[in-house]
């Protein structure tokens, strides 16, 4: 299963991408036990602000896209998990326009 968290928006425009293989990961566990507590039907894109990050999550058949006032929580755990573990071995993300 691939976890993909997508960063767009923000003043610069500028988006951003970060993916996981969880399959090729000792701790798949405990990915799939953190991706179980996110709230995936919780947001609408309306909800985006001008200038400010939306970020989009993909994993398996479940996507979110979500706006950064309501990125906390799980959701922020997720991030900064897959920055850290993404499989580009510690490249910076991809930058796309």
């Known amino acids: 299963m691939r976890v993909t968290v997508t960063r767009s928006g923000g003043f610069g425009g500028l988006t951003l991408e970060w993916t996981v293989q969880l399959s090729d990961r000792p701790d798949e566990e405990q990915w ?54 993404d499989d580009d071995s510690g490249h910076r993300p991809q930058r796309r326009n």
């Open 32 to 85: 799939r036990e953190l991706l179980d507590r996110l709230p995936w039907d919780r947001f609408d894109v309306e909800e985006a602000e001008p200038d400010r990050f939306v970020y989009r999550v993909r994993c398996a058949d479940r996507e979110a896209t979500i706006p950064e006032r309501k990125f906390t929580g799980a959701w922020r755990e997720l991030l900064d998990r897959i920055r850290e573990s």
